[in-house]
């Protein structure tokens, strides 16, 4: 999914969720929809074309939505990374540093990303996403230190509202067996079941 505009809303009642994503393809024709249960049975509506029909249809999903809308993010000009990251895509690459983020909702999660990776020259080594995070979001940027550092900085320097962000951290020198645990998988469960 390479578009121009991406936006994601974050519901906490699925049957809300539901009713909204329906409403947002009613109201603007949008290229790409994916909408799903994640944990702790929340909503999610990813939705991607152009600027102007994404912003539109997001609209309508916080009008429908109302108060069960519990996050969002709208970004015009997403970073190719960014869904790369979200789509799955992982770039398990040694460098200097790793850089994390921790967000109490998905959306934080994916605005931290993109904001990072647009402010500095890391790249993003993966995007997680509420399932196995109890719906917490988690980013992964590596590089040298300071740019690791800086799009840390930037990214937390996005979230909005008090209560989203969880936890920063900068590990420079991180000790290769970390690494490795890094770029096999960063969920235990998979990590178990693959050396079993």
Known sequence: ???????????????AGIQAADAMVKRAP??????????????LVLIGGAVADVE???????EVGGAAA???????????????????????????????????????????????VKGAEVRLVEVRLADGLGGKGIVLFSGLVADVEAA???GVGVLERSG??????????????MWKNVADATRFRARVIDQL
Do not use: N
Not at 31 to 40: C, E, F, L, M, Y
């Open 1 to 15: 999914m390479v578009e121009p505009a991406l936006a994601l809303l974050e519901f906490s009642s699925i049957a």
């Open 30 to 43: 949008i290229d790409v929809i994916r909408a799903g249960t994640v944990q702790p049975g929340k909503y």
């Open 56 to 62: 539109e249809s997001l609209a309508a999903g916080r």
């Open 70 to 116: 519990v996050d969002f993010v709208y970004l015009p000009q997403v970073h190719p990374e960014v869904v790369e990251a979200i789509g799955g895509g992982r770039v398990p690459e040694i460098t200097d540093a790793l850089g994390i983020v921790e967000t109490t909702t998905v959306a934080a999660a994916i605005h931290a990303a993109d904001a990072g």
């Open 152 to 154: 840390v900085e930037i």
């Open 164 to 177: 989203l962000l969880v936890r920063q951290v900068v590990i420079p020198q991180l000790h290769p067996e």
